[in-house]
């Protein structure tokens, strides 16, 4: 008999409509919202009209395309509020990026992907896209290489999707080149990424160790042409700033 939990069919459909609206960068018609979830037109048209009407999502005059609504920020924002960790790491990134210069990011590995908690944004970084409550693939990203560099193989194996998407020219697509990054990141203790997520940018990111494994990271964001001549100052710095946020977790009693 399978152990799989029983998922109520209404509640996941629901989930998965709001997933798909805020992934997407546009507003999404009924016709590409069944393509994307494959779900029948009659039951997803019922389900968006209780959406729309409890303001999870919103739609135009003639309800032709739908976006995610303002609730969901509401729960978003919830989220943050909650979240004991946050304020804390909010000060170590002013911190930071007052001590660097560059952006900085704090994010935690949510399954396969990371969620940006936290971003504070280098005074001339223009190019660097806001990323608080957004999600992206974890192999992509030099926060998630770190954070799955705490698992072990065969976990990172059963973790993520087949094949890994690729984000850039750049991107880790291969299974057995991203373990042995992985090896290498436990080896040194941070992660460095050139390009792989976003052209242009290369990233540092040390893990913040108050849980085991560890679930959130720091990293900081840069001018690729920058990186080779700024790692090394740059990683020490993350290092040094990662290391006295989780004491400070550790001794808030942060779990």
Known sequence: MSMEPQLVKSAERTVRILEALAESHDHMTLSELQQRTGFPRSSLHALMRTLVELNWVETDSARSAFGIGPHALLTGTAYLDKDPALPFAQESLEDLRDEIGHTVHFARRDGA??????????READHIIPR??????????ALGQVLLAQLTDDEVVALLPQPL????????TDLAKLTGELDQVRTRGWSYEREQGTPGVACVAVAVDYRIPATDAISCSMPAALAPGAVERITEAIIKHTRKLAATLRREGIR
């Open 113 to 122: 992907h990371v969620l940006y908690l936290a971003t504070r944004d280098s």
């Open 132 to 141: 608080v409550g957004r999600r992206l693939p974890a192999h992509v990203t």
């Open 165 to 172: 998407i690729a984000l850039t020219d750049h991107t880790i």
